[in-house]
Nanobody, 127 residues
Framework: QVQLAESGGGLVQPGGSLRLSCVAS????????TAWFRQVPGKEREFVVA????????SYDDSVKGRFTISRDNAKNTVYLQMNSLKPEDTANYYC????????????????????WGQGTQVTVSS
């Protein structure tokens, strides 16, 4: 069973930056799809970004487009989420998710499409 572990969350002022990391217990980021979701208490888990490693297409939610970037380091079994120009509305618990399957684009935003999840890391944007 693949295990994912997020880190890098914290408290940051509006306009600031954070880089989240997601480390996998085995090689899973060389193919398939990796995504980041976020969730605030009382709300459904929300799609942030998904990357298809074969072909390289990336889908960002409109709320983060131009501010967030997903990348990977295969040698470290790690995926990153670089978050710039952070806003208070970005405050949430951020989760890394992965699937070994090549998902069709219409399913990327669905949490149920992913087989592996981390425990989350809290990001708080506040002055």
């Amino acid at each position: 069973q693949v295990q994912l572990a997020e880190s890098g969350g914290g408290l940051v002022q509006p306009g600031g930056s954070l880089r989240l990391s997601c480390v996998a217990s085995e090689s899973i980021f060389s193919a398939g799809v990796t995504a980041w979701f976020r969730q605030v208490p009382g709300k459904e888990r929300e799609f942030v970004v998904a990357k298809k490693w074969i072909g390289g297409s990336t889908s960002y939610d409109d709320s983060v487009k131009g501010r967030f970037t997903i990348s990977r380091d295969n040698a470290k079994n790690t995926v990153y989420l670089q978050m710039n120009s952070l806003k208070p509305e970005d405050t949430a618990n951020y989760y890394c998710a992965a699937s070994r399957r090549t998902l069709i684009t219409s399913t990327l935003r669905r949490p149920g499409s992913y087989d592996y999840w981390g425990q989350g890391t809290q990001v708080t944007v506040s002055s």
